[in-house]
């Protein structure tokens, strides 16, 4: 024992659960530390942001340097007195801010244009100058002139990603922030533009761009630190001016957000790195306006294309500035990518990365590889691989709307690589061949195999578990499991199994309890069964289970001590029904005594109708067993043997409301109506779940009397014997207590229940049925037409809430019922409280609409229609309203 327990006893980290998180602990560490996983964290990124969808800011204007103002203003570099007028152009347009992405020479670099050259889209002469401007400055002076009149053009400078870092010009130094300390992007030499223009100009930031090391640009910083001061990006510099805002309102914070215009939170990151959503073209358009510059310089730019608008001008041409790539598959220009963080900025379009982003990401790994290590040992190959595909599916969708709807970025993929390898490796473990393990894993295999046997003995499948329990080296728990096993053929009248099992036991241990005498009344008794002399010596070959042409007895007259109805011991007979016998019966396996109704198929159905009762009937079952209520029955178990279909079920004390439903034995009204309110509130529950009873009497109540316990019985299964008998003609269950459209042969819902209740409690309270008939037509009449009379009539002393409330009930038309158990059992409770004296007497109660729960639903069982509207409560005298 000593010995079998220990070589049971796995080390933890041998188990296969330990195994496949070893290895994707392993896989994934290798794969982040190369990078993989961060390539694949880059590649959602960039498709989710490609695929995110905002409105660009509408007041953005691109002037692009292209090929057409190349070739009409000549090549790069443009002599000062051009940018001069393309800025007095702009100016006078009414442009709000005006930004150049790129440097200006300091000197000119070749003449002016002569006279006679016009530009494109201007008259002929009009290069030519005025007499009265022959003075005016040249050169760096011009266009610093245009630049201090215009008053709102930035310029840019041009750091390097490293090196040391020089002064800060005081033309420069105006446009920075304090010292940011960690909270901005180190840069090296500067390179500024020349005094006499940086002087001019309203304000000078940087424009870098540095994609990533795949190549694509995905976040530029806002700010640069530089000669301990916070150099700020012109897409900064360009929002503040747009928004008509000073200098004093960008301001450095020390917390999230970090950086702050005016009253706008920007989402960055601690070192002010902004990931802008690039927005695409729609319809073939770029997402922001474009001219070329030559364009720009023509007088009929005029005011209506720049008139408040915020103007950057950049390179556009292939010759002068190399495209960007960005999210989405886009390649930019430089002045393009400025175009996008700009609206960024303005419209919050931007990714932000929570402070709670990496930690996530690492809570999200470690619940995957304890997911791999304690749940997915745990299940079946296929369903091991159904739920790790949706986890999957999970933590990528998780990521993929963060980012395309929240636009916050965090990680989960990590975890996703860690299900996925470890799940790869879980199915190579259970896929490899059981052959050449090790010694603990063969006993965790037969551990497995003996407790799959010992399921299949307590479902009932016998000969299935002995299969099982025949591979499997045998063990003392083994013995005992064989033992039982034996003894349950022996119930079950298969002597011949019976007595293989009890051989299988006494080749190894000849001592077994008192297997040795069990084994001789087996033998004995399957040669009296086969009527031949059983001359086979003990051995391990299995014999077949013989066949059985007779049809079997019921349990009632078995021949041995303790008769079997699947699993379960028969006890003695305990009543007879319209569905067949009951019985007291006893789980052996737990010691639950139960109820156990059974039903004779095979004598109510045949052919077609016998395959589809059977299907039926266990679906019934199945559905009554799911309603879990303290006031219904609950149901264990169903099955079929013998020709019975069989369910076990609570076994109830007391009886059924019969008894008290007859003059003279009548509960008091109190009680009664307590009774019917509990029944209301069962109803109310299994409604709610889709299940109709269409069977409530008083013999369907089980009452006790000692324990003032009440419970429902019979849920599901009436319905199987009406729906056979009704497609005869016949009308089963008890007539005088079917509602209207029951006995019309209507689809039925909860109300219908809740009228048979209605039936219920008039005769708990008079001991008599409200409509009665000398026959069948004549009862099918009063219950479709003739209104139900006042309990009042049979019962006097009744208070008047007490006759409203079972008036109500039974109203022919089910929308003027009652809609629902809740409001049935509500109304009662307040007539037993009026009647008690705790609640003075009201007004008549009219139904109100439940908003807490459909009266029907639309699945729910016979259901034809769903009560939309709940009109109020007509006099009984008068004739129902519309027919049904």
Not at 233 to 255: H, K, Y
Not at 454 to 481: C, I
Not at 766 to 793: C, F, N, Q, W, Y
Request: proline share 8%; glycine share 8%.
């Amino acid at each position: 024992m000593g010995r079998t327990r220990s070589a049971q006893q796995l080390v933890w980290w041998r188990t296969d659960g330990f195994v496949c998180a070893l290895v994707a602990a392993i896989v994934v560490a290798l794969a982040s530390t190369l990078g993989w996983v961060h390539r694949l964290d880059l590649a959602m990124y960039d498709a989710a942001v490609g695929s995110a969808s905002a409105e660009p800011a509408a007041d953005l204007v691109v002037v692009g340097v292209d090929d057409r103002s190349l070739k009409a203003l000549g090549p790069w570099p443009w002599p000062p007195e051009v940018h001069a007028r393309l800025v007095d152009q702009l100016a006078s347009a009414g442009a709000r801010a005006i930004v150049y992405t790129m440097p200006l020479p300091e000197t000119p670099a070749r003449p002016l244009p002569t006279p006679a050259a016009a530009l494109p889209g201007e008259p002929a002469g009009a290069g030519a100058a005025p007499a009265a401007e022959v003075a005016a400055p040249t050169g760096d002076a011009r266009l610093a002139l245009s630049l201090q009149r215009a008053g709102n053009v930035v310029l840019v400078s041009q750091y390097a990603a490293a090196g040391p870092a020089t002064p800060l010009p005081s033309h420069v130094r105006r446009s920075v922030l304090a010292d940011p300390g960690e909270h901005a992007v180190p840069a090296g030499t500067g390179r500024h533009p020349p005094a006499t223009l940086g002087a001019a100009a309203s304000a000078i930031g940087h424009l870098q761009l540095t994609p990533d090391a795949d190549g694509v640009l995905r976040q530029m910083p806002l700010l640069l630190a530089h000669d301990h001061a916070a150099v700020p990006s012109v897409a900064l510099l360009a929002a503040l001016r747009s928004l008509q805002l000073g200098a004093t309102d960008l301001r450095l914070q020390a917390s999230a957000p970090w950086l702050r215009l005016g009253s706008l939170g920007i989402a960055t990151d601690s070192t002010t790195l902004l990931r802008p959503l690039f927005h695409a073209p729609e319809g073939g358009q770029p997402a922001f306006a474009r001219m070329s510059f030559a364009q720009a310089l023509a007088p009929a730019a005029g005011a209506p294309g720049f008139q408040g608008k915020t103007v950057l001008v950049g390179f556009t041409s292939a010759t002068q500035a190399t495209p960007l790539a960005t999210p989405g598959g886009q390649s930019l220009y430089p002045v393009e990518v400025l175009a996008q963080m700009v609206s960024a900025i303005r419209h919050g379009h931007a990714v932000a990365v929570p402070d709670w982003a990496l930690p996530v990401a690492w809570l999200a790994m470690a619940a995957a590889l304890l997911y791999l290590a304690l749940a997915l040992p745990q299940v079946s190959a296929l369903a091991g691989l159904a739920v790790s595909v949706a986890l999957l599916l999970a933590l990528a969708g998780a990521q993929w709307l963060a980012l395309e709807h929240a636009l916050l970025s965090f990680s989960l993929l990590g975890a996703a690589l860690v299900v996925a390898v470890g799940q790869a490796t879980m199915l190579a473990l259970k896929l490899r061949p059981d052959g050449g393990s090790s010694r603990a894993r063969s006993t965790e295999a037969a551990e497995s195999q003996r407790m799959l046997g010992l399921a299949l003995h307590g479902q009932g499948k016998l000969e299935q578990a002995f299969e099982r329990f025949r591979r499997l080296p045998v063990t003392e728990a083994l013995k005992d499991n064989l033992y039982h096993l034996a003894q349950d053929f022996e119930r079950k009248r298969n002597y011949a199994m019976a007595k293989q099992v009890y051989e299988r036991i006494l080749r190894h241990d000849r001592q077994y309890k008192d297997a040795k005498l069990r084994y001789r009344k087996a033998r004995a008794r399957a040669k009296s069964a086969s009527g031949q002399p059983d001359t086979t010596p003990p051995s391990s070959a299995p014999v077949p289970m013989p066949s059985v042409s007779a049809k079997p007895r019921l349990p009632g007259d078995a021949t041995i001590g303790l008769p079997m109805l699947g699993r379960y011991e028969i006890s003695k007979e305990i009543g007879k029904g319209s569905m067949g016998v009951v019985y007291q019966g006893r789980d052996p396996k737990i010691g639950r005594t139960v109820a156990i109704k059974t039903l004779a198929l095979g004598q109510e159905f045949e052919g077609d109708g016998l395959i589809d009762a059977r299907a039926r009937f266990f679906r019934e079952a199945e559905t009554a067993g799911r309603l879990q209520h303290p006031y219904i029955v609950t149901i264990f178990d169903s099955g079929e043997e013998h020709d019975l279909a069989y369910i076990s079920m609570e076994y109830l004390k007391g009886s059924d409301l019969s008894p008290f439903c007859k003059e003279g034995n009548l509960l008091p009204v109190p009680l009664a109506l307590s009774v019917a309110a509990r029944v209301a509130e069962a109803l109310d529950y299994a409604h709610a779940n889709q299940v109709v009873h269409r069977d409530i009497k008083p013999a369907n109540i089980m009452f006790d009397t000692a324990t003032d316990a009440v419970k429902v019985t019979d849920f599901g299964i009436a319905r199987l014997t009406d729906s056979n008998k009704t497609r005869t003609g016949l009308v089963l269950g008890t007539p005088s207590f079917m509602s209207p459209e029951q006995l019309a042969g209507k689809k039925v819902d909860g109300r219908t229940d809740l009228y048979s209740l209605g039936v219920t409690l008039f005769q708990m309270l008079t001991g008599s049925l409200p409509l009665r008939g000398a026959s069948m037509p004549e009862l099918m009449h009063k219950i479709a037409s003739v209104p139900a009379p006042d309990v009042r009539t049979l019962r006097p002393e009744l208070p008047a809430e007490v006759a409203a409330v079972v008036a109500l009930s039974m109203m022919k038309r089910p929308e003027a019922r009652y809609q629902t158990g809740r409001q049935f059992a509500a109304e009662i409770r307040g007539a037993l409280a009026v009647l008690a004296g705790t609640e003075s007497a009201t007004n008549p109660r009219t139904v109100v609409y439940d908003a807490a729960r459909k009266a029907t639903g639309r699945d729910m069982a016979d259901f034809q229609e769903t009560v939309m509207e709940y009109p109020a409560q007509q006099d009984p005298s008068l004739p129902p309203s519309s027919a049904r």
